[in-house]
Nanobody, 115 residues
Framework: QVQLVESGGGLVQAGGSLRLSCAASGSIFSISVTGWYRQAPGKERELVARITRSGITDYADSVKGRFTISRENAKNTVYLQMNSLKPEDTAVYYC?????????WGQGTQVTVSS
């Protein structure tokens, strides 16, 4: 089975940085779009960033200029570099990947930004 394993979450102060990683394992032939959602308590899940296999990216307006999504296709891994973090970025971050007609989700990693 295909699995996505996330890492890199944690507690940081406002203005700090974190780098999230999400590695896919299993029987993988191709990953088209992959990216990150986040969900804060009591709020709707929102798309943070996504990236195509060719490197085309999209970002939520709230993170543009601060977050950078990237991927290493050979490693089946997607990253989210988060700079200038704000308390409003506090959420559980979930990676996802569209793999061979299926959407696979990571387990989530907590990002907490203190004020």
């Amino acid at each position: 089975q295909v699995q996505l394993v996330e890492s890199g979450g944690g507690l940081v102060q406002a203005g700090g940085s974190l780098r999230l990683s999400c590695a896919a394992s299993g029987s993988i032939f191709s990953i088209s779009v992959t990216g990150w959602y986040r969900q804060a308590p009591g709020k709707e899940r929102e798309l943070v960033a996504r990236i195509t296999r060719s490197g085309i990216t999209d970002y939520a307006d709230s993170v543009k200029g601060r977050f950078t999504i990237s991927r290493e296709n050979a490693k089946n891994t997607v990253y989210l570099q988060m700079n200038s973090l704000k308390p409003e970025d506090t959420a559980v971050y979930y990676c996802y990947a569209f793999i061979q007609s299926s959407t696979v989700w990571g387990q989530g990693t907590q990002v907490t930004v203190s004020s």
